[in-house]
C-alpha cells in the first residue's frame, strides 16, 4: 500500500532554515509527480510545490518562491523541502502529497513553528 512519512518539522527563529523530508513507498516512485502542501490553522490546505517525477519540472506557489527548494531522489524514493527565510506565515502542517489513479495520497504531517 502507499505509504508517505514526512520527517524534519520543528520550531525555528523567523529567518531560519528548516528541511524536511518524506520517504515514500507502495508505489513506482520515479513515475510521479509529488507534492507539498501546508494547512495553517484555520485554513484551507494549499499547494506549496511540485516537482515532475524526474525531478526536472517544478513549480513553486508565489508565497514560498524563492525560498524553498523542492527536490527528489529517486532511487532513494524522497521528496526534501529546503526552507529557507522562514517567516511566521510559513507555520503550518506541511504534508507530502502523491495523486496515482486518481486518488491523492497523504502523509501524516509534520509541524512547522516559525516563531520569536
Known amino acids: 500500500q502507499v505509504q508517505l512519512v514526512e520527517s524534519g518539522g520543528g520550531l525555528v527563529q523567523p529567518g531560519g532554515s528548516l528541511r524536511l523530508s518524506c520517504k515514500a513507498s507502495?508505489?513506482?516512485?520515479?513515475?510521479?509527480?509529488m507534492k507539498w502542501y501546508r494547512q495553517a490553522p484555520g485554513k484551507e490546505r494549499e499547494l506549496v510545490a511540485t516537482?515532475?517525477?524526474?525531478?526536472?519540472?517544478?513549480y513553486y506557489s508565489d508565497s514560498v518562491k524563492g525560498r524553498f527548494t523542492i527536490s527528489r531522489d529517486n532511487a532513494k524514493s524522497t521528496i526534501d523541502l529546503q526552507m529557507n527565510s522562514l517567516k511566521l506565515e510559513d507555520t503550518a502542517v506541511y504534508y507530502c502529497?502523491?495523486?496515482?489513479?486518481?486518488?491523492?495520497?497523504w502523509g501524516q504531517g509534520t509541524q512547522v513553528t516559525v516563531s520569536s
Open positions: 507502495g508505489f513506482t516512485f520515479s513515475s510521479y509527480a
Open positions: 502529497n502523491a495523486y496515482i489513479n486518481a486518488y491523492d495520497y
Open positions: 516537482i515532475g517525477n524526474s525531478g526536472w519540472s517544478v
